[in-house]
């Protein structure tokens, strides 16, 4: 592959967002972990924010207690005629986009409704697809954000992220780092398909450092193991930090991210601390590679992007 990406450009001060009071904002798997902190969050500054999860139950559990600033919408990001009936009952203007919902690490190779590996078509192709499918409600707004969820855990991502994580060569911990590789190339592609196509969308990313969410506890992924669900998860709060620490780089984007950014904790290894610029992997920055993912993805989704 080729040279790496240009540094993002810095972004006007008037385009700077002080406030989110009023705005729009869609969070997928908004129903707990990181999706339930920033929506809690971002209700409590004013917006209006619609959970877009998969478990409409524990979604209407959680928005219980949020307002009537919450709107819920079933999604299924592993089945791609959920994604597209979910665009088509969208219908007013999207201010912010934040991509969160995933799959962690799965013990066994498993497939989505349209045959791709779990992981892989989840937390990539199906957030892909999502941004393409509600792009028109975010260009109705004047300045639309779109922040996906990566993870420090790119880094151990390869080049055969193309291969969308095949059943002979799959490992959970290599597949969960590919699909975030994935996640880091298309929030930096979009972004810069945005600048050349003179689009006021901006898209970041960010990670949440290494953060004690539900994730681990979910059957779908770690905790189809029965050691990470009962041992491992009840531990996890006593040593990372948890979804409302995790959430924090989601909100510092919102605010002060540039243009390409991608935001997470600086200290320990990027895994807690403040928040700021986060490092990226060489592959992650290679242009080559984010174009090819993303001209796979169209064509696996069947999803153009009309900037």
């Known amino acids: 592959m080729s040279s790496r990406m240009p540094v993002p450009t810095e972004v006007d001060p008037r385009e700077r967002w002080r406030s989110v009071r009023g705005r729009t904002v869609v969070v997928t798997g908004a129903n707990s972990g990181l999706g339930l902190a920033a929506t809690k969050r971002l209700v409590a500054a004013g917006a209006n924010v619609i959970m877009a999860c998969r478990r409409v139950e524990t979604a209407q559990a959680a928005a219980a207690t949020l307002g009537h600033s919450v709107r819920i919408e079933q999604v299924d990001l592993a089945d791609q005629a959920s994604i597209k009936d ?180 600086k200290q320990l290894f990027e895994s807690t601390g403040r928040i700021g610029r986060s490092k990226r992997s060489r592959l992650a920055q290679d242009p080559e590679l984010a174009k090819a993912l993303w001209q796979q993805s169209e064509t696996q989704t069947g999803v153009v992007f009309n900037l």
């Open 86 to 265: 979910f665009s088509l009952r969208l219908t007013e203007p999207v201010d912010v986009l934040i991509n969160n919902a995933g799959v962690m690490q799965p013990p066994h190779h498993r497939q989505t409704t349209d045959g791709f590996e779990l992981m892989f078509g989840t937390n990539h192709l199906g957030h892909f697809a999502l941004t393409g499918r509600i792009l028109p409600n975010l260009l109705a707004t004047p300045y639309p954000r779109v922040v996906t969820i990566s993870s420090v855990a790119h880094k151990s991502g390869t080049a055969k992220v193309l291969a969308g994580n095949p059943p002979q060569s799959y490992k959970p911990y290599r597949g969960y780092s590919q699909s975030k590789l994935a996640n880091l190339l298309f929030a930096t592609e979009l972004d810069r398909r945005a600048r050349v196509a003179g689009s006021p969308l901006i898209s970041m990313a960010a990670h949440p450092g290494v953060a004690a969410t539900s994730l681990v506890r979910d059957r779908e992924g770690m905790g189809a193991r029965w050691l990470a669900r009962r041992v491992a998860s009840p531990l996890m709060p006593y040593v990372f930090h948890g979804p409302d620490e995790g959430a924090q780089p989601i909100l510092y984007a919102l605010a002060f991210g540039d243009p390409g950014g991608f935001y997470g904790p």
